[in-house]
T-cell receptor
């Protein structure tokens, strides 16, 4: 049971390049989310998914796309990278037990630098 | 939208001292979570609170779900150097649409041996 895994750990991009941040979980969790973390701003939700085939926008979705073709995977795509997207990106997953305890597990993060 | 205000932003304390931090919301939350993040790692859940007034402990950590459902508190007793890190409050609002966990800005804790 690996939990939530993210790849790559580090990435440097040039402005205008595109890339995909990978996220996978092996806990059969329904809900998956992407956050970005910037100094002094906590974690901000980019996109989230409540199940395969269903995605929705979070607080800061502009410049990012997501898809959820399987329960396990939730990739985040940067279509045309900008310096403002320099950040640490965290993927998270949680079970969706209605009315029951909920915990969210985070991956180790991807550190992205856009030049 | 829903926001969480966490204070203080940073704390510098002596080993052995107690620590208190809090989180307030402009709207009602139905779940409060407290996380700790160490350098280079993702946040790790410390305590989860589900009912107004609930008081829950995890070792030297104690957290409370405020009666108004708009605030939560985390206390760390007898701090030790390994308590260093950033502590985040987070919560699901009453109008949560299936997964939107809202985070506070974090409290950075430094412990001097």
């Amino acid at each position: 049971n690996a939990g939530v895994t993210q790849t790559p750990k580090f990435q440097v991009l040039k402005t205008g390049q595109s890339m995909t941040l990978q996220c996978a979980q092996d806990m059969n969790h329904e809900y998956m989310s992407w956050y970005r973390q910037d100094p002094g701003m906590g974690l901000r939700l980019i996109h989230y998914s409540v199940g395969a085939g269903i995605t929705d926008q979070g607080e800061v979705p502009n410049g990012y796309n997501v898809s959820r073709s399987t329960t396990e995977d939730f990739p985040l795509r940067l279509l045309s990278a900008a310096p403002s997207q320099t950040s640490v990106y965290f993927c998270a997953s949680r079970s969706g037990l209605a009315g029951g305890p909920e915990t969210q597990y985070f991956g180790p993060g991807t550190r992205l630098l856009v030049l | 939208g829903q926001q969480l205000n966490q204070s203080p932003q940073s704390m510098f304390i002596q080993e052995g001292e107690d620590v208190s931090m809090n989180c307030t919301s402009s709207s009602i939350f139905n779940t409060w979570l407290w996380y700790k993040q160490e350098p280079g790692e993702g946040p790790v859940l410390l305590i989860a609170l589900y009912k107004a007034g609930e008081l829950t402990s995890n070792g030297r950590l104690t957290a409370q779900f405020g009666i108004t459902r708009k605030d939560s508190f985390l206390n760390i007793s007898a701090s030790i150097p390994s308590d260093v890190g950033i502590y985040f409050c987070a919560g699901y609002g009453i109008y949560n649409q299936g997964g939107k966990l809202i985070f506070g800005q974090g409290t950075e804790l430094s412990v001097k041996p």
